[in-house]
């Protein structure tokens, strides 16, 4: 008793210290865990798509977002890398519903292509996607994205193409900017979900820190499948 006494304190002195030591080193590991596994942005509720051009099955259980412009070049890229795999991976089987809402980053530009988009969305909604894609495939190459391309007049030349859109009817649109109430309902959205840069890909509530990154967006929306 006496000599179980003596050491006692001792004893506790070495067990606070590894307790702590443990604590302490479980602490750093956990923190650089969530600082090392991402940047991705969480909110409360994923944005409302109301309105907005939808591909997939309206009812698909996962929904991604893409906040985008047709001016802007990784957008561009992102439509042709990315956008494929996840039509083929998730949308084609009902699993993902993806939604399209307008950045006006690059001006007068970004205005004409959304006012544009909208506009085939409302008279020809069957043509919408492949409007889309026509508008982005005229994007010239990077060394000359910056020059103007995206005018009324390219607009009318790409609506062309499509006989269920009526260009004449999109051409007034365009001129009394018809559709510019949707424009105002995106920005809207853009400013609430604080979009800085595009694209901008949102899967349910999540926003990705990186829009390229396949492997995330697989994962996020494997668990957002799971939780169903
Ligand atoms: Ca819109």
Redesign the pocket.
Known sequence: MSIKKKNSPFKGVVIITLVITFALIALVVLNSKESNSSNDLSFEKQPPIE???ILGDVNAPVTVVEFGDFKCPACKSWGETIFPQLINDYIESGEVKFA???VLFHGEESKTG?LAA?SV?KQAPQAYWEFHKELFDHQPSRADHDNLWLTNEKVIEVASQFPEIDVNQLKENLEKETEIA??E??TRLVNEYQVQLTPSIMVNGTMLEDPFDYEKINSLIEKELEGK
Do not use: A, H, T, V
Request: charge should be negative.
């Open positions: 309105g907005q051009p399209y809402i307008n959304s909208e969305l949707e424009l309902k995106d």
